[in-house]
C-alpha cells in the first residue's frame, strides 16, 4: 500500500490561472480532507469528502472547490489564482467508522507556487 | 473558536536532555488532542493522541483540561527526535477536521 499519494509534487501557475491537484487516498479509506499549509504555518482545513460529496468546510472562498470520485480519490480546484495561493497542499485521507476519530493520513502534499 | 497556540518556534535540547514541547488550546466543547510529527523530507503522521495514552518513541503527553494543555514530554531526547511537530485538536466525535498549531521544530544537538 502506497498510503496517501499526490500530484504533482511540484506546480508553478500565473496569477489569474486555475490548478487541479489530485489525491489518492489510503487503501480502504473513503473519507479525503484537504489542508493548505502557508510558509511557517500549520496546516489549514479546506474541506472534507465524503460519499462523493463536501460534507465540511473550512474558511475558504468558493474559488476553492473540489470532487471525489466513486473510487474515492480526490481532486482540489483553485480558481483565479493569486500570490497568496502560494502553499503545500495536503490530502489527507480516513475511513469513516461513525462517531469514532479514526487516523488520517497525509500525502506529501503539492507545492504550488503562483507567480 | 477553536484555536492551538504552541508557542516556540524552535526549541533546542542536548542529547540525553529532557524534552517538553507545549501546546496550549481554546475549545468549547470536548476536544480530541493530538501531535503530529514530520521528519525531515517525510509526510505528516500522527505521533500520539490523547485518548490512547500510549507512550510512542518514549513520547508522552497529558491532557490537562484544567489548563487547557497538551504538553509533549520526553525525558531524554535522541538526535533522531529532530524533526517538526504539530499539536492539533478535533471534536471528540466523527471525522471532524484537524486544527493545527503553528509547530515547534525540535532539535537535538549532539
Known amino acids: 500500500d502506497a498510503g496517501v499519494t499526490q500530484s504533482p509534487t511540484h506546480l508553478i501557475k500565473t496569477r489569474g490561472q486555475q490548478v487541479t491537484l489530485r489525491c489518492s487516498p489510503k487503501?480502504?479509506?473513503?473519507?479525503v480532507s484537504w489542508y493548505q499549509q502557508a510558509l511557517g504555518q500549520g496546516p489549514q482545513f479546506i474541506f472534507q469528502?465524503?460519499?462523493?460529496?463536501?460534507?465540511q468546510r473550512g474558511n475558504f472562498p468558493d474559488r476553492f472547490s473540489g470532487h471525489q470520485f466513486p473510487n474515492y480519490s480526490s481532486e482540489l480546484n483553485v480558481n483565479a489564482l493569486l500570490l497568496g495561493d502560494s502553499a503545500l497542499y495536503l490530502c489527507?485521507?480516513?475511513?469513516?467508522?461513525?462517531?469514532?476519530?479514526?487516523?488520517?493520513?497525509f500525502g506529501q502534499g503539492t507545492r504550488l507556487t503562483v507567480v | 473558536a477553536q484555536r492551538v497556540t504552541q508557542p516556540e518556534k524552535l526549541l533546542s535540547v542536548f542529547k540525553g536532555a529532557p524534552v517538553e514541547l507545549k501546546c496550549n488550546y481554546s475549545?468549547?466543547?470536548?476536544?480530541?488532542l493530538f501531535w503530529y510529527v514530520q521528519y525531515s523530507r517525510q509526510r505528516l503522521q500522527l505521533l500520539l493522541r490523547h485518548i490512547s495514552r500510549e507512550s510512542i518513541k518514549g513520547f508522552t503527553a497529558d491532557l490537562n483540561k484544567g489548563e487547557t494543555s497538551f504538553h509533549l514530554k520526553k525525558p531524554f531526547a535522541q538526535e533522531e527526535d529532530s524533526a517538526m511537530y504539530y499539536c492539533a485538536l478535533t471534536r471528540n466525535s466523527g471525522n471532524t477536521p484537524l486544527v493545527f498549531g503553528k509547530g515547534t521544530r525540535l532539535s537535538v544537538i549532539a
Open positions: 475549545y468549547s466543547g470536548s476536544p480530541e
Open positions: 489527507a485521507s480516513s475511513l469513516e467508522i461513525g462517531r469514532i476519530n479514526t487516523e488520517a493520513f
Open positions: 487503501s480502504g479509506h473513503d473519507t
Open positions: 469528502y465524503y460519499e462523493e460529496e463536501e460534507r
